[in-house]
């Protein structure tokens, strides 16, 4: 992973450097001597990093720890044309969708707002949300990429944020993220809790799954409250074993790759991860691992908050499904930028 960091870093773009002032720049000693390194037990792994960075403990303002979810590739049935039964489509980003920066964003969309419509007439404005797009707003404009069978696995791939696609010939196809209609992620399951539908203590994708296939004639209503609305692109499927493409423009590796907050922390960088009520990761072992921040999402808003990455397919998602932990963030920062920081 670190070597397809550095290449994305020397060979097409530096990452974005978040407000906590970390640059591709400070990252990229670590990576090339990584390059070069292949550890000959988890001691020398550990010596390589306790060398060349020093650790910082996030603590956040409010004195409350952190917190980690996990996120997975489903793999979903699809069909490449539309029936009775594969009536739900993935979308591919309209053209009418534009990024938004200070320079162009709307007075009325506050700073979250990330994309936005261009109309006809050059005016800027909030795209379509959830509950809009679904009811035709895009019907005819040939964006769709394929066609599921139910309107919540559609929706949980919009929270996953990419899938395996298995066509009904066989054929294996890839989504991952493009672009989002903008509007703020708004979790379902917290709705679901507000409203006593399911217990705090017991929710999880699958509690949230379950409620929902009792509750047909809800659906809807509950979906449309999360107004975010994710489009996506195709990939190649070069290799079956590799992650989806990042948001950092790598693939993620399971049990390794984690999704940070990304105005705040800057892709590439190493985080060690302790949740020690987290254990059903690691065969009963409290969770601590080395990871790097390598993807991004909208409901991941915070310095010390992520999304561990768990794998493709329907074991992964048990294992992601469940993952609502406190956790410690540690990350590590080169030493020479680390001084910037004492």
Sequence with gaps: MMRHCRRQITDVKPYRTGS????????????MDAENFTPSSPAAARTFFETRCLPFLICRKDGSSGFVTAFYEPEIEVSDRPDEIFRF?????????IDLDDGNRPAELDGSYAFGRLHDDGLIGAYPDRREIDQGFLDGRGLEIAWAKS??????VH????????YRDGRIGRITYAAKAGHPFSAIGKLLIERGEIDRAEISMQSIRAWLA????????VLWHNRSYIFFREAAVADPEAGPIAAAKVPLLAGRSLAVDRLIHTFGFPFFIRAGSLTHLDDGRAFGRLMLALDTG?????????DIFT????????????????????????KAAAGRFD
């Design 311 to 334: 794998g493709s397919g329907d074991l992964a998602g048990e294992r992601a499904g469940t993952v609502r932990h406190d956790a410690d963030f540690v990350i590590l920062i080169p």
């Design 20 to 31: 906590l002032g970390l640059s591709a720049e400070d990252l990229l000693p670590l990576l």
């Design 298 to 306: 909208s409901a991941i808003v915070g310095p010390a908050r992520g």
């Design 89 to 97: 489509p993935f979308y591919s980003r309209p053209n009418d969708l």
């Design 214 to 221: 009792r509750n047909p004639e809800q659906v809807d209503e």
């Design 151 to 156: 309107k919540v696995d559609v929706f949980f």
């Design 159 to 166: 929270v996953q944020g990419a899938a395996r696609l298995r």
